[in-house]
């Protein structure tokens, strides 16, 4: 098995006082050779945004933007007349393709914003730029893999311009799991959000990331209750 953990504590990190981050890739001030990308997963920020704090109106193209708040509320703008609240619970993606500008704020004054940021390359580029947003809530059952995001859009996922996947994790502790990649050749990024994975040997804890390559079927296990993000990209 090909596979590589990324500890927590070796993830790039920034502190802009109202924006404490930390990048699994190179990100603005950040870069590390060997941490450019994996397949066509650009970014994964792992944010905590003060109240009140954001960023204004900014542009984006070709890029598949997806948002998971994990604390909080994050309150979004854009030029296509979207103006939404996004929280816990929820999935935001924003589909770049020939440019949007888009502002994101805390929508609290006083309370820290956690969340994840995902980019991902899309898989055309130029296309009509889209915005979508779900409530999961209904698909955190737990002990099972729930896909929130997919290529077409179906059975109440948000649809990406990608041949990627992505899926949440509530599991208790002491339980095994396989997981089946969707498109053969596809790799497979998981993401701890809290708890512990092990896997092929290796054991990756909170904000631990495994990337694991050309294996069409992987199996885990969860040695305590686990929060677990499981990203499938192209390697191109």
Do not use: C
């Amino acid at each position: 098995m090909n596979i590589n953990i990324h500890k927590a504590n070796d993830r790039g990190t920034a502190d802009y006082k109202w924006l404490k981050a930390r990048y699994s890739f190179n990100f603005a001030n950040y870069f590390d050779p060997k941490r450019e990308r994996f397949g066509v997963l650009r970014v994964l920020n792992d944010d905590e945004v003060e109240g009140g704090g954001g960023f204004d109106m900014h542009p984006h193209n070709n890029m598949e933007i997806i948002t998971i708040p994990l604390e909080g509320s994050l309150s979004h703008q854009d030029n296509m007349g979207n103006s939404s609240v996004t929280t816990i619970n929820e999935v935001q993606l924003i589909s770049a393709g020939s440019g949007i500008t888009h502002s994101e704020y805390n929508q609290s004054e006083s309370e820290t914003l956690k969340l994840l940021q995902i980019w991902i390359f899309p898989k055309t580029r130029n296309t009509i730029p889209f915005y979508s947003q779900i409530n999961i809530e209904g698909k955190g059952e737990l002990n099972r893999i729930q896909t929130i995001v997919s290529p077409d859009g179906s059975e109440n996922t948000i649809r990406i311009n990608q041949d990627a996947w992505l899926s949440r994790l509530s599991s208790a502790a002491g339980k095994q799991y396989n997981y089946r990649v969707n498109k053969p050749g596809n790799n497979v990024f998981i993401f701890l959000i809290s708890g512990s994975v092990e896997t092929g040997g290796f054991k990756a804890d909170p904000r631990d990331s495994v990337e694991i390559k050309g294996e069409p079927e992987i199996f885990f296990s969860t040695s305590e209750k686990s929060e677990i993000l499981i990203i499938e990209v192209p390697e191109d």
